[in-house]
C-alpha cells in the first residue's frame, strides 16, 4: 500500500510557483482548506489563478490571498460576502469569471473523470455563452463548457488514511469530493489522520487513487460566515 502521508502542510504544497491554477474546496467558509490557505499566504506565491465556489471573506479563507493581491483570477459561483474581492474586481485589479454553480461543479467533475467537456443547459441565451459551442439534443440547446485543467488541487475532510482515502462530513461534503482527482496533484487535509484499514470501507466518500498528498491539519477555525441567533440567545 502506497503511503501519501506528507509530515506537514509546508511538506504537502512542495511545487507551488507562482502563477499556477488551484482548485480550492468548501462552500462559504465551511469544508474550506485552511491549512493550505494559510500556507499560500506564508509562501507569497503571485498571479494565482483560483477556482472555488466561493471567494472567502475579507480576513478569511481566500480573502486572505486577495488582501495579498496573490490571486490574479478568480473563478468562482457566489463572491457577495468580500468587499476586498468587489473593490478589486470594479477596480480591474482581479479578472473575475463567474459561472453557474452545478457548471463549476460539473468541469470539476469532468477533471475529475478524464473528460475534456461537458455539455450544459446552463448559461444557454446568457452571456455565459458568449463565444462558446453550443448543440442542440432532443430539441434543447447545450453549451460546451471544457473540465478545468488545474495544477494543484486542495480540499478538507473530516477523516483519512494514509493511503489517501477520504470520508467528508456534512456540509463539507460540498465541491470537495469533486475536486479530489481534477488536479495534477490533489493534496487533502484531515482533522484527523489515521493508519490504512481504520476506516470503513463503505464509508468512504473518496478512494486514495484521486489523492497524492494527505496531511493532518491543525488548528481549525471553522468560522460562521454568517452567525444568526434566536432573539432569546
Known amino acids: 500500500m502506497i503511503c501519501k502521508k506528507v509530515n506537514n502542510i509546508q511538506e504537502a504544497l512542495n511545487g507551488i510557483q507562482s502563477g499556477m491554477t488551484l482548485l480550492l474546496g468548501g462552500f462559504g467558509l465551511c469544508g474550506i482548506p485552511e491549512n493550505a490557505i494559510s500556507e499560500l499566504v506564508r509562501l507569497g506565491v503571485k498571479d494565482l489563478t483560483c477556482i472555488s465556489n466561493n471567494a472567502g471573506v475579507d480576513d478569511f479563507g ?3 490571498l486577495l488582501q495579498k493581491h496573490q490571486v490574479k483570477k478568480m473563478i468562482s459561483s457566489y463572491v457577495g460576502e468580500n468587499d476586498e474581492f468587489e473593490r478589486q474586481m470594479l477596480s480591474g ?6 459561472i453557474p454553480q452545478g457548471t463549476l461543479a460539473e468541469r470539476c467533475r469532468a477533471a475529475q473523470s478524464g473528460l475534456p467537456a461537458i455539455f450544459t443547459p446552463a448559461g444557454f441565451g446568457t452571456e455565459v455563452a458568449i463565444g462558446k459551442e ?18 494543484f488541487s486542495f480540499v478538507k475532510a473530516w477523516k483519512g488514511d494514509t493511503a489517501g482515502n477520504l470520508i467528508f462530513k456534512g456540509t463539507a461534503r460540498n465541491f470537495n469530493p469533486n475536486m479530489c482527482g ?6 487533502a487535509e484531515v482533522e484527523e489522520l489515521v493508519p490504512v484499514g481504520n476506516l470503513d470501507p463503505n464509508h468512504i466518500h473518496i478512494p486514495g487513487i484521486f489523492v497524492q498528498r494527505i496531511v493532518k491539519g491543525e488548528n481549525y477555525e471553522k468560522r460562521i460566515e454568517q452567525l444568526t441567533l434566536s432573539p432569546d440567545s
Open 93 to 98: 485589479e482581479l479578472d473575475v469569471e463567474l
Open 134 to 151: 453550443t448543440r442542440e439534443f432532443d430539441g434543447k440547446t447545450y453549451v460546451l463548457e471544457r473540465a478545468f485543467k488545474a495544477d
Open 62 to 64: 481566500l480573502g486572505l
Open 182 to 187: 481534477a488536479a495534477t496533484i490533489t493534496v
